[in-house]
């Protein structure tokens, strides 16, 4: 009961819009203030940046740890409580497992597996609260309106056979 991910409220930030050209790297474009914001089509957990370091939330006067959602360009990721809590589970990881997020080698090669396992368990908390195996089945809309879901638990997938080195896909 006296678990908590951070000693403050964890800050969100809905309908998250980014300058244009900067997801590309393209850093001129995204510095004109003549071109309007893009949709961001996805959400992300950022940890809290040490402090002086640049990190999205600095942008918001954020100063620990928050939630990002987007808001595409037809759904808003905020309204997916799959998304919701499986983004609420990556700052409870980061809070105790605190998995390195890094490549390393193994018997198999390249392994993205403590990231995978981070988005794994964050799939499993978000189905285990919502009572069903799909991740995302409101947000997946944005992206292809024909998916049923962003992810799904039902999936045959195992390990090692299905190991793809992106950690959404190894998870």
């Known amino acids: 009961p006296t678990f908590k991910v951070q000693a403050t409220p964890i800050d969100a930030v809905a309908n998250l819009m980014l300058p244009a050209g900067l997801l590309a790297g393209d850093l001129q474009k995204a510095a004109d203030p003549n071109i309007p914001f893009e949709p961001f089509q996805n959400a992300f957990f950022a940890p809290a940046a040490p402090p002086g370091q640049f990190s999205l939330q600095s942008v918001f006067g954020i100063t620990g740890a928050a939630m990002m959602f987007g808001q595409g360009p037809i759904k808003d990721y905020a309204y997916d409580a ?6 609420f ?6 809070a105790t497992v605190a998995f390195v997020g890094t490549a390393h080698h193994d018997k198999y090669g390249i392994s993205m597996s403590p ?6 368990i964050a799939d499993y908390f978000a189905t285990a609260i919502t ?3 799909d991740v995302g089945e409101y947000a997946v809309l944005d992206a292809d309106p024909s998916a049923g879901s962003i992810r799904s ?3 045959p997938d195992a390990c090692p056979s ?5 950690v959404h896909q190894d998870s």
């Open 153 to 155: 638990l039902a999936n």
């Open 131 to 133: 009572g069903d195996p």
């Open 82 to 87: 799959d998304v919701i809590y499986h983004e």
């Open 89 to 94: 589970t990556h700052a409870a990881v980061n």
């Open 115 to 120: 990231g995978g396992m981070n988005e794994g």
């Open 162 to 166: 299905a190991i793809g080195g992106e």
